[in-house]
């Protein structure tokens, strides 16, 4: 891999781990935020992860998939 396919990675990946931490701040501290929209918020960080990473499911729900569902679990009580 040349060093600007590498530079373009690493920005992509910068640009998902922002994306989810913006996600999962706003999950945790808006407090009119609804179940629904929560829910919303996290499906619409799937699509755009999976549309950055296509081919990298598998790791979206090792990596990211457990801490949103802890989130929502803690936040809105699901069991």
Known sequence: ??????EQEARKIRRLQVMISMVMSV????PNLTVEE???LVAGAKRA??????DKEFAYD???K???QRLM??????Q
């Not at 891999?1 to 590498?6: G, Q, Y």
């Not at 679990?73 to 699901?78: A, D, G, P, S, T």
């Open 49 to 54: 992860a999976l549309a950055m990473f296509p």
């Open 66 to 68: 457990p801490r949103l």
């Open 27 to 30: 999950i945790s501290q808006d």
């Open 1 to 6: 891999m040349e060093s600007a396919e590498r």
């Open 62 to 64: 090792i990596l990211y």
């Open 73 to 78: 679990n803690e936040r809105f009580r699901l």
């Open 38 to 40: 929560a829910s919303e």
